[in-house]
């Protein structure tokens, strides 16, 4: 679903709000459903590696990683990045 533009605006500021919010809430409900696909998908990878006698991390993979975020987001991104990470494997 794309943005409320200015053309596609509701008759009152009040309706436009409520439709902006309510495609937050759309975001919202996919940015969560994503962070826990990728968190169980993370939570597999490691289970693989160790069972395959890798370690639980690759510190490569988690650098680069931050460094997309960082350069996509800027320092929110890193912050951003090191939550991820840390859901897909758990505190270091």
């Given at each position: 679903m794309a943005a409320i533009t200015m053309?596609?605006?509701p008759t009152s500021p009040d309706e436009h709000i409520?439709?902006?919010r309510s495609r937050i809430d759309e975001i919202d409900a996919a940015l969560i459903a994503l962070?826990?696909?990728r968190a169980a998908i993370s939570q597999q990878v490691g289970k693989t590696r160790i069972a395959a006698g890798?370690?639980?991390l690759v510190l490569s993979r988690e650098r680069e990683i931050l460094e997309r975020f960082?350069?996509?987001?800027?320092a929110d991104g890193?912050?951003?990045a090191l939550l991820i990470l840390r859901a897909g494997?758990?505190?270091?």
């Open positions: 053309e596609q605006q409520a439709g902006l962070w826990k696909e890798g370690t639980r960082s350069s996509e987001l800027g890193t912050q951003l494997r758990g505190p270091l």
